[in-house]
């Protein structure tokens, strides 16, 4: 069985940076694409940025160039690198896969305050 295990969050202030990493278990990992969503305190959660297995990426608008997605299939991890933070990013954040293909892991809280 496949576990997403999500940490790297935290308490920034505005403008800071933190770096999130996925441990992916029990998965042919080099075989999928993986994408970090959040999700904000009511509000739904959102696709933030992806990863395809040949290392190409997308991101949401709201965080194209703060935001770097990367992997390393040597350690089955997927990472998000998060600079010039912003409270809107304040969010629980988590891996899967691009269709949801596994169940959610726990995820991590990142909270920005101004």
């Known amino acids: 069985q496949v576990q997403l295990v999500e940490s790297g969050g935290g308490l920034v202030q505005a403008g800071g940076s933190l770096r999130l990493s996925c441990v992916v278990s029990?998965?042919?990992?080099?075989?999928?694409?993986f994408t970090w969503y959040r999700q904000a305190p009511g509000k739904q959660r959102e696709a933030v940025a992806t990863?395809?297995?040949?290392?190409?990426?997308n991101y949401v608008d709201s965080v194209k160039g703060r935001f770097t997605i990367s992997r390393d299939n040597a350690k089955n991890t997927v990472y998000l690198q998060m600079n010039s933070l912003k409270p809107e990013d304040t969010a629980v954040y988590y891996c899967?896969?691009?269709?949801?293909?596994?169940?959610w892991g726990q995820g991590t809280q990142v909270t920005v305050s101004s």
């Open positions: 990863i395809s297995t040949s290392g190409g990426t």
């Open positions: 899967n896969t691009p269709r949801l293909r596994y169940s």
């Open positions: 029990g998965s042919t990992f080099r075989r999928d694409a």
